[in-house]
């Protein structure tokens, strides 16, 4: 699997998913899937292997949350999976583990 170049400066080994916008009571911003560099701009982040490993525990926790709408972080999921051509478990939906 090749790793996948971070979407903010196109040079960096993407890292993490970071959402970028306003913490607030409404959806808004996007996700992006970043390196270090983004770390003084990005508003909220989760570590790749992270998520992957824990999906479910961080889809709990971010739904509680009225700024975040779970599409958006999927729309950066799978353009990381697909980098990376990674699949997903045809029977539960899980992601294919990053190493």
Same mark, same amino acid.
Request: glycine share 6%; with cysteine; net charge positive.
């Given at each position: 699997?090749?790793?996948?170049?971070?979407?903010?400066?196109?040079?960096?080994?993407?890292?993490?998913?970071?959402?970028?916008?306003?913490?607030?009571?409404?959806?808004?911003?996007?996700?992006?899937?970043?390196?270090?560099? $983004?770390?003084?701009?990005?508003?909220? @982040? +989760?570590? +790749?292997?992270?998520?992957?490993?824990?999906?479910?525990? @961080? +889809?709990?926790?971010?739904?509680?949350?009225?700024?975040?709408?779970?599409? @958006?972080?999927?729309?950066?999921?799978? %353009?990381? %999976?697909? $980098?990376?051509?990674?699949?997903?478990?045809?029977?539960?939906?899980? $992601?294919?583990? $990053?190493?």
């Amino acid at each position: 699997m090749k790793n996948m170049p971070c979407e903010v400066c196109n040079r960096e080994v993407a890292v993490s998913f970071s959402f970028f916008g306003e913490r607030c009571l409404v959806p808004n911003g996007e996700w992006k899937v970043v390196g270090n560099c $983004a770390s003084d701009t990005e508003t909220y @982040w +989760i570590f +790749i292997k992270d998520f992957l490993q824990n999906e479910e525990k @961080w +889809i709990t926790h971010l739904s509680d949350k009225g700024w975040f709408e779970r599409k @958006w972080l999927y729309d950066a999921v799978d %353009r990381y %999976r697909a $980098a990376r051509k990674m699949k997903r478990c045809p029977v539960c939906g899980a $992601a294919e583990v $990053a190493r």
